[in-house]
Every structure is written in C-alpha cells, then in structure tokens.
C-alpha cells in the first residue's frame, strides 16, 4: 500500500509484550498492536483494513467484494488459523521452552487442518485468489498460517488448489515475499539465541 509505516520489533521470549507500557496498549500481551495517533488496534486484521481505508487500496475493494473479503476473513479467524496456532505454540515455542509437543493437542489441530484446508482448497479451485480475480486483504489474512509451515509442518501441501494459490501469492506479491523472508531471517535469530541460552544453562 506504500504507506509510511514504523516498525517496533517485541521480543516476546524476552517478556517485551509484558511491560506496563506495552500492556496499557494491548491487555492481551499479544501482537500485533497498531498505534496511529490517537487510535489504537491489536488485532491483525483490524489493522489491515485501517490501513487500507487509509491508503484508498483495493485490497479492500468496495460493494459486494468488500462483504466477500470481510466473510472470507472472519473464517480465517474462526476457523482456518485455528489449528496452526496450536501447531506453532506445540511445534516452536515449547520446543524453544525445552518442552514437548501434546500429542492430544497437535491431533486436534490437525484435524481441523484438514477440515478447513478442504473447504479453501474447493474454494480456489476455479479462481487466482480467494475473492475472484484481484488479491484482497483475505488473501493475506488466509495465507498467515503459511508463514510458519516450516515449523508448524502444517499439511497445506495435501491440497493442490491451496498450495498454488499460496505459490501465486509469493510471485505476484512483492511485499508478501519479502515479509516471508524477513520472518524467516528473525526466527533463525531467536533459534540462535534460544541454542545459546540451552547451552549456556
């Protein structure tokens, strides 16, 4: 959207989400948290569409495509990020903690994997992006949970329609990829840095 955006990187393994500070801006201890003069969100996809509105962008189209893309994104939210944020709690930060996955919990979120990765994968079988022709922000919203397929081993490569469509999205969108390659340049950094502290204890 080339929006003049600051980033404050919170290292959450260092406690930088349980300051008072931090807390008076988002109770939940979570991120993202979006501040912009006076107003403050912390929910990623109430940021998404801030901004867009912000910047005039169709990836927040108008008229029935804006209905689309809001019912497209309250899924995502409900339902098909569900079971790779367990993944990534069981899969990553316990690892990171020295702890081991919950075989009980990693099987429920497998299964609800499987359950909505089938109803995109049906969805994208006839279009590019997941409303119509034109990416939109549920595009980026759905495609969150591919960022942490390495650790999460998430089963999206079950689903063809699904994976090409995540494939279109690392081609076509610039900042979609290089987002992805930033991700992956600081989650090698706090693995380093997690390997030291194991080390050093």
Known sequence: MQLDV???????????????TYLALNPNGTIPTFVDGGVVLYEASAIMIYLAEK???????????????????????????????????ERFIKQLQGHKEDAALVGDALKSIHRYAAVLDAHLRDRPFVVGHALTLADIDLAAPFSHVPRTRAPFDAYPHLMAWHQRLIDDVDAWRATGEDLERRIAEIQSAAGARSRAA
């Open 55 to 89: 910047a005039g962008s169709t990836l927040w189209p108008d008229g029935a495509a804006r209905l689309e893309t809001l019912k497209w994104m309250f899924w995502a939210a409900e339902h098909f990020r569900r079971g790779p944020s367990v993944l990534i709690e």
């Open 6 to 20: 600051y980033f404050n990187f919170v290292n959450l393994f260092a406690g930088e989400n349980r300051t008072p």
